[in-house]
Each structure stands twice: as C-alpha cells, then as structure tokens.
C-alpha cells in the first residue's frame, strides 16, 4: 500500500520559515515527478512546486517563486518544500503528489498525501 507521510507543518508568524517533508512508502518514486500543493480554506487547490529526479528540472507556481524551494533526497526517497517569508495567504492545507507527468494539474497526479496544515499568522 502506498502512503506519504508528511510533516513539518504549523503555525508560523508572517516573515518565518519552515520546511515541509513528504516521504513516500510502499514503492519507489525515484522517476516520478513529486510536488506539493495547496489548498487554503474555502478556495481551490494551488499548484505550488515540483520536482523530477534531478535538481535540473525543478518548476514552481507564480506565488511562491523566490520564497519557496523544493528539493529531493532520492537516497531517503522524501521531498522537502523549504518556505522563506512567509505571508499570512500561505495559510493552506499542503499535499505532497506524485506523478508521471510534468504538470501543475492536481488531476494529472496519482498519488497523494494526506495533507498537513500551515498556517501564518500576522
């Protein structure tokens, strides 16, 4: 059975950071592309990153750009989402997907976490 444990979530005030962790079990993902959304409440869900096996090919989503980072551990088969400055309209649930596509379309993604929530206070 495949899960995504993520983790790293919380409450954070407006200008802090933190770093999300989404390690996948029950198979490999190592040529997949893993990326994290978001939804906040009451709004639709949000493409926020992703990733491919390499640091090469790496895309993020207009709103995060400059302060968001994704990164992989394929050695630890987790995906970290490092988020700088944040503002309180990051406050969204955030899950973790796997695809084999290279989309920003949650539809295109087969494989998804449970979600683990952030919220930025003022």
């Known amino acids: 059975q495949v899960r995504f444990v993520e983790s790293g979530g919380g409450l954070v005030q407006a200008g802090g950071s933190l770093r999300l962790s989404c390690a996948p079990s029950?198979?490999?993902?190592?040529?997949?592309?893993m990326a994290w959304f978001r939804q906040p409440p009451g709004k639709e869900r949000e493409f926020v990153a992703a990733?491919?096996?390499?640091?090469?090919?790496?895309y993020y989503g207009d709103s995060v750009k400059g302060r968001f980072s994704i990164s992989r551990d394929n050695a630890k088969n987790t995906v970290y989402l490092q988020m700088t400055s944040l503002k309180p309209e990051d406050t969204a649930t955030y899950y973790c997907?796997?695809?084999?596509?290279?989309?920003?379309?949650?539809?295109?993604?087969?494989?998804w976490g449970q979600g683990t929530q952030v919220t930025v206070s003022q």
């Open positions: 029950g198979r490999t993902f190592s040529n997949y592309y």
């Open positions: 997907a796997a695809s084999v596509f290279r989309s920003r379309e949650g539809n295109d993604y087969s494989y």
């Open positions: 990733i491919r096996r390499s640091a090469g090919d790496i």
